[in-house]
């Protein structure tokens, strides 16, 4: 059974960082398309950066975040993270960490692609 596990979200000022991570079991992280999503209130759930399998050295950022944000995994741990960096006021929103369905893919279409989802963490920056 697969299972993602966040952790790291809270409460920040404008400008500030957070560091989000997500513990895997059930699937081998460097096997698998990975990728953060968020949700504001109101508002669809967004893809926020994704990262293809170990081999496939493929990641995708939003416009919104690029330049601010990283995604990265950490295979020895099984374990993956979202760094933030210069977190803006509408940066706020539950932060949901996604699996892809099957092993070995490139996650380019993470509506389609990405069915395991964790129960999300909530990030809020406050101005």
């Known amino acids: 059974q697969v299972q993602l596990v966040e952790s790291g979200g809270g409460l920040v000022q404008t400008g500030g960082s957070l560091r989000l991570s997500c513990a895997a079991s059930?699937?081998?992280?460097?096997?698998?398309?990975m990728g953060w999503f968020r949700q504001a209130p109101g508002e669809e759930r967004e893809t926020v950066a994704t990262?293809?399998?170990?081999?496939?050295?493929?990641?995708y950022y939003a416009d919104s975040v690029k330049g601010r944000f990283t995604i990265s995994r950490d295979n020895a741990q099984n374990t993956i993270h979202l760094q933030m960096n210069g977190l803006k006021v509408e940066d706020t929103a539950v932060y949901y960490c996604?699996?892809?369905?099957?092993?070995?893919?490139?996650?380019?279409?993470?509506?389609?692609?990405?069915?395991?989802w964790g129960q999300g963490t909530q990030v809020t920056v406050s101005s």
């Open positions: 059930g699937l081998t992280v460097s096997r698998y398309a």
């Open positions: 996604a699996a892809a369905n099957q092993p070995y893919g490139l996650g380019l279409r993470p509506r389609i692609e990405f069915g395991y």
């Open positions: 990262m293809s399998w170990n081999g496939g050295k493929r990641t």
